[in-house]
């Protein structure tokens, strides 16, 4: 009894904030990961940076439901913080306001749902998250794990989705990690749009060009402030391609 105690207080670590300006919702969504032992917290678009610089938040969830602009400029403030951009946040977007994905993307947003979402998506997601399997101190299985790979001075980390350079290290989201593996299998080739889709999104999710553009955007620069070098390259009209110094033998 005292070990399952035990077990469950290390879980209930992992808070989620959520800003929200509906409180029914909130008190929904609440129970809802209370049920899988998150913790939440609820604070408006004016305190969520500074309440998660204050607390070790798992995530962040933006809801848009009341004004999907104040989401856009509140996911911007999150990632313009050096202490919260690291931060995976999450915009629920209700149902036509599609048009918001975009800017939210520009914005840096992880991931958008778009509501009503279910609840087994979101879990799921959550449960995704490197901090919820670091810090769940689970037993692993080194055989199920897949092992680092090294591309030039670059160093991945699967498990993680860590990309390592030197002595510096940034970790990806899922999306930016995929299209970088994708990449990675054959540096210098050109992918088009459509093989980058197939090798970063699930196979049931429509992605639009654009939003191809947007992630590439993003990885190009977190690779180029790691590295210090431009990495990634646009062929016009077609796709891009990653360039990797493998050094002289």
Known sequence: MRK????????????????SGNANFY??????LASEGFQTMLVSEEEVVDQAVLRPATAIILDSAEDSELTVRTCAAIKANDVTSRIPTIALVSSGNERYYLALLKAGVDENFVR??????????????????????????PASEEAAETFGELRLEPGRRLVRYGDEDVQFGAIEFNLLRCLLEAPGRVRSRLELIEAAWPSNRYVQPRTVDVHVGRLR???????????????RATGYAIDIDYGSD
């Open 116 to 141: 009503p979402v279910s609840p087994a998506r979101l879990l799921a997601y959550l449960g995704s998250l490197p901090n919820n399997r670091a810090n769940d101190k689970q037993p692993t299985h």
């Open 221 to 235: 620069r977190e690779l180029e402030r790691l590295t210090g070098h431009p990495l990634i390259r646009t062929i």
């Open 27 to 32: 008190v929904l969504l609440a129970h809802i």
């Open 4 to 19: 399952l105690e035990s077990k469950k207080a290390q879980h209930t670590k992992h808070l989620v904030l959520i800003c």
